[in-house]
């Protein structure tokens, strides 16, 4: 049966440190984590295989996580994992238009077809992101950054037990988890455009790293989307939505 609405795999990031795993298998628990995350946005009817809580290592889309986390060492960056499997998700898609999906597994991660799978659809995605547009700001726009400002507000509460300060989205800069976060799509990009803390940490490599460029969500953030994030934020003081630091 699909999966529950909202399921929350967030238990695979505190088995990295409850099964003392080492670098590569954290990884690898990542991995895991984006996969059963996004492949269930991307095809929310799909019957997606179950995973039991427990020690992750023990079950076969870790395996295929850790086997492509040690095939692509030196290749990918982090942060470019999520877009990995973005892209053989996109892939599926395409070929399965207004069809049922057969079958959608991890196993479409590795392998030597999904390796061109992934440049042949990163090549088109920077074609697409170096193209020079403008956002145009809609209703619907403003909107939509309000709710990734207010998603932004839930997942940063209970991560940070309701601690809202400065301190301790430093403490998650410096250990890299907010990096982390920003990839699996729990930190909205309109949250990161107006935030005075990002705007105080991050640098010019940092907004490059995570490939954002704020002239995408600029012209979406009015006095509204300000007065909102100033009333889920209170903590952070407003200001102009433009990073102000270079690498």
Not at 44 to 60: E, F, I, Q, T, V
Not at 79 to 107: T, W
Not at 158 to 186: A, P, Q, V
Request: charged share 30%; hydrophobic share 35%.
């Amino acid at each position: 049966m699909p999966e529950k609405k909202g399921e929350n795999f967030m238990w695979l990031v505190d088995a990295i440190e409850l099964y003392r795993m080492d670098d590569l298998e954290g990884k690898a628990c990542h991995i895991t984590q984006m996969w059963l995350e996004q492949s269930r946005k991307a095809f929310p009817n799909y019957r997606h295989a179950r995973m039991k809580k427990g020690d992750p290592r023990k079950s076969l889309i870790f395996k295929i996580a850790y086997k492509l986390a040690r095939e692509t060492q030196g290749v990918l960056e982090f942060q470019d994992y999520s877009l990995y499997i973005r892209a053989q998700l996109d892939v599926l898609k395409y070929i399965n238009s207004g069809k049922e999906h057969p079958l959608i597994d991890a196993n479409c991660l590795v392998g030597e077809k999904a390796w061109k799978r992934w440049k042949l659809w990163k090549k088109r995605y920077d074609t697409l992101k170096n193209k020079p547009q403008e956002t145009v700001a809609t209703g619907i726009g403003f909107q939509k950054a309000m709710d990734g400002i207010e998603k932004t507000k839930e997942f940063l509460t209970k991560t940070f037990n309701s601690d809202l300060s400065f301190e301790r989205f430093k403490e998650s800069y410096i250990n890299n988890n907010i990096f982390r976060w920003i990839s699996l799509g729990k930190i909205s990009p309109y949250y990161l455009a107006i935030s005075p803390f990002v705007k105080n940490l991050f640098s010019e490599h940092d907004f490059k790293k995570i490939n954002f460029d704020i002239n995408v969500y600029k012209n979406c953030i009015n006095e509204t989307v300000q007065a909102f994030f100033v009333k889920n934020f209170p903590n952070e003081s407003i200001s102009e939505p433009e990073s102000n630091k270079s690498s």
